[in-house]
């Protein structure tokens, strides 16, 4: 790409040079004066005859074309720097993808370790719970034996009536050596499946109308108020879990 920008622009890549900010600020004053001398014409003028709306006319005409001159050099301008944003862009994000790869992975087998730990947590819960059935079944069996009816039932009752309370999930606690704690955290996700359903509940005030930009924030910010997994006028409502840390 050529540019033709004055010495002493900054060159920040092969071909790529942005006019410093300062420097435009001279080269925009006639355009300042010009607006102005126009917004006075304006004032001034009265459309009562037809000489008039003809000098009505040359004034659109040189409006047109201080605005078409305007607009050239704010696209010469801008350009390069449109260019530049795209020229960082390919330098950063590469570098970024790849932080935020290796993470998103790491993050999939700290969350399915403690995911098999708390799945050996319950298995443990579980065989404790049979264990004690097991022994409230041979005892109520020795009193029936005894001849105490009354309490072998009420031993089954217990044992029976109300499941013992199921310890808290494991959970991996304390600070890593950023002083950050790394947790489990729940959050819900909208997702459309049906758009014209979607559509037809923005139209009856189901939905909110900033959904029409499907921008995924609006879609879980539903999510979050319906809090139900499963098909929500159009929406897929789920349940997703992840790794957070702070």
């Known amino acids: 790409m050529t540019t033709n920008l004055p010495v002493g622009s900054l ?24 607006a102005a001398d126009l917004e006075a014409q304006f004032e001034r003028a ?35 720097v449109d260019d530049y944003g795209k020229f960082i862009q390919t330098l950063f994000l590469p570098i970024q993808s790849r932080f935020a790869s290796v993470k998103s992975a790491m993050q999939g087998r700290m969350l399915g370790y403690q995911k098999a730990a708390e799945a050996r947590q319950r298995e443990a819960e579980a065989k404790v719970r049979k264990a004690q059935e097991a022994a409230a079944l041979e005892l109520a069996d020795q009193e029936a034996k005894s001849g105490n009816v009354a309490a072998a039932d009420a031993i089954l009752d217990a044992a029976t009536a109300v499941p013992p309370a199921r310890a808290p999930a494991r959970k991996i606690t304390g600070s890593n050596t950023f002083g950050k704690s790394t947790h489990i955290a729940e959050s819900w996700q909208g997702r459309v499946i049906e758009p014209m359903e979607v559509l037809k509940a923005i139209i009856a005030g189901q939905l909110p109308i900033t959904l029409l930009e499907w921008r995924q924030a609006e879609l879980n910010a539903v999510a979050r108020q319906v809090k139900v997994e499963g098909i929500y006028r159009g929406l897929k409502v789920e349940k997703v879990e992840g790794l957070r840390q702070r």
């Not at 005409?61 to 607009?71: D, F, H």
């Open 46 to 80: 009265v459309i009562d005859t037809d000489e008039a709306f003809a000098r009505g006319s040359d004034f659109l005409s040189v409006c047109e074309q201080q605005w078409k001159q305007l607009e050239d050099l704010r696209k010469a301008t801008k350009g390069p």
């Open 11 to 34: 060159a920040v890549a092969d071909g790529i040079s942005i006019l410093p900010a300062l420097k435009l600020v001279p080269v925009l004053e006639p355009f300042k004066v010009a």
